[in-house]
Nanobody
Framework: QLRLVESGGGLVQAGNSLTLSCTAS????????MGWFRRAPGKEREFVGR???????????EYTNSVKGRFTISRNNDKKTVYLQMNSLEPEDTGVYFC????????????????WGQGTQVTVSS
């Protein structure tokens, strides 16, 4: 099991960039698939993107359509950290961003993740 702590949120103007970090404590971080989700005001939590862990043959990322080309997920297993680089931010990107992890494999559904952080607020002003 991982304990996850997100950081890096804040207030940013539209068009600018922000990088979120999610630092884990626990064992075998490299084996965890990691995901980012967000919950916009008045909306349900939605999938943002994910990155596979060492359990797969090769590492790859997946993104929801609305952030493709703007957001990038990466990980540093030595630092037990996963990142969400967000470029060209839009007001619609405003929300609480959560990272999540699951040992082995996980998909775009929140139910496939067992460990969650508390979230960090991102506000994009127009």
């Amino acid at each position: 099991q991982l304990r996850l702590v997100e950081s890096g949120g804040g207030l940013v103007q539209a068009g600018n960039s922000l990088t979120l970090s999610c630092t884990a404590s626990g064992r075998a971080f490299s084996m965890y698939a990691m995901g980012w989700f967000r919950r916009a005001p008045g909306k349900e939590r939605e999938f943002v993107g994910r990155i596979t862990g060492a359990a797969g043959d090769s590492q790859y990322e997946e993104y929801t359509n609305s952030v493709k080309g703007r957001f990038t997920i990466s990980r540093n297993n030595d630092k037990k950290t996963v990142y969400l680089q967000m470029n060209s931010l839009e007001p619609e990107d405003t929300g609480v961003y959560f990272c999540a992890g699951n040992y082995g494999f996980a998909g775009s559904e929140a139910s496939t993740y067992t460990d969650w952080g508390q979230g960090t607020q991102v506000t994009v002003s127009s």
